[in-house]
């Protein structure tokens, strides 16, 4: 990798760490010609890994850029936040991609976003949610479903 300072196309591996729970690893390179050191991170890139299978069959290549957007436009209530989060939140469903899924469709991008966000703020996760005519099952909370409560005894509680 050539040296982001002065541009020589030589530099040398100072330090890596492998991420315990992401397939990723952080490396701290040192230019030799210069010795400005700087990180980088190396990550499995789903667009090359991966095709996205549209439901007419077609594979077409992910693209991160576009999925950046779209989570952005989530944010409508908070725009700052998008500014700060969209890209780790972007690079956290195509990790996700990348080790779970066997194909990739568009259904799968729209519904690993939406848990991703839901985990990160609700409300990006609704407005997601609706821009994309995701069909969500909402869980009433402090009411559980008669299923949820298992089969009916007919006893009374005991004291
Ligand atoms: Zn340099």
């Known amino acids: 990798m050539f040296c982001i300072n002065c541009f020589h196309t030589n530099t040398k591996v100072a330090n890596s760490r492998p991420n315990k729970k992401q397939p ?3 490396r701290r390179r040192q230019c030799t010609h210069c010795g400005t050191i700087f990180t980088t991170y190396e990550r499995p890139s789903l667009a090359d890994n991966k095709p996205v299978v ?3 069959g077609k594979a077409d290549t992910f693209n991160l850029g576009k999925l950046i957007l779209s989570i952005s436009k989530a944010f409508t209530h908070a725009p700052h936040e998008a500014e700060y989060n ?4 972007a690079q956290t469903v195509e990790d996700t991609l990348s ?3 066997e194909i990739v469709t568009p259904e799968d991008i729209e519904a690993t976003t939406h848990a991703v966000l839901k ?3 609700e409300l990006a996760a609704i407005q997601y949610a609706a821009q ?3 069909i ?5 909370r402090g009411r559980p479903s008669l299923r949820e409560r298992g ?5 009374l509680p005991s004291r």
Do not use: N, V, Y
């Open 24 to 26: 990723s690893i952080w």
């Open 54 to 56: 549209l439901p007419s």
């Open 86 to 89: 969209a890209l780790w939140l």
């Open 99 to 101: 080790t779970e899924q």
């Open 119 to 121: 985990r990160f703020d």
């Open 132 to 134: 994309h005519q995701l």
């Open 136 to 140: 969500i099952s909402l869980k009433r």
């Open 151 to 155: 089969p009916r005894t007919g006893e």
